[in-house]
């Protein structure tokens, strides 16, 4: 007997249907930063996964308050420029023996249909010991009917204070086109060091 959720078959005889990401992650392609502008997936983003992850992992800005954008592309990289609507908020607790949390909305770090990077993390620190680590998923890229959600959840000390600062972000890349590239990159300056990583889910 089938398991049927709002019209859409799930199992049938036991069989997971074949439209729904399942099982394990396919690691596709790791990228080094080493003092890199970016980080750019170029290849390898294509019909052949429902959802792509991209684990970055303590990544290391060479400016300080630097923030991690992403941007995508539906031309294999030659422009990142796709309309994106989302939202960001945040929750902070700094260190240092000066605490003090924050909880918020950023109606700055969103867009409106905008074209320009989406931010994904805030305010890095240069210091040796600090980092940010963090995922963001990107669902069904090669679909040519719906626009292209994304999600990205991630934490970074930042500059001031030692400060955790937590970041959630959702949003959806306006465009019916498939995108086949994303690019990660600093608001100011190279990424020092760390890598990211890129998963195809089946």
Do not use: C
């Not at 596709?28 to 980080?39: D, F, K, M, R």
């Not at 934490?155 to 086109?177: C, E, L, R």
């Not at 590239?181 to 990211?196: M, W």
């Amino acid at each position: 007997m089938g398991l049927i959720s709002n019209g859409t078959t799930l199992l049938d005889a036991g069989a997971i249907d074949s439209g729904i990401a399942q099982g394990p992650m396919q690691l596709i392609t790791t990228l080094t930063a080493s003092s890199s502008a970016n980080l750019s997936f170029t290849s390898g983003i294509s019909s052949t996964y429902k959802e792509y992850v991209f684990k970055y992992l303590n990544l290391h800005a060479a400016t300080d308050e630097a923030e991690l954008n992403v941007n995508f592309s539906i031309d294999g990289g030659s422009n990142y420029n796709v309309a994106k609507t989302s939202s960001f908020f945040r929750a902070e607790h700094t260190g240092g023996g000066t605490e003090s949390t924050a909880f918020e909305y950023r109606t700055g770090d969103e867009l409106s249909n905008g074209t320009g990077t989406q931010k994904i993390l805030r305010t890095f620190s240069t210091e040796n010991d600090h980092s940010g680590s963090g995922t963001l998923t990107l669902y069904d890229p090669s679909n040519t009917t719906f626009v292209k959600h994304f999600t990205a959840r991630g934490n970074v000390i930042q500059h001031a204070n030692d400060t955790a600062s937590a970041a959630f972000v959702g949003g959806y890349a306006n465009t019916t086109s498939a995108i086949n590239a994303v690019q990660f990159t600093f608001s100011s300056g190279n990424i020092d060091a760390g890598i990211i990583k890129m998963y195809g889910v089946l």
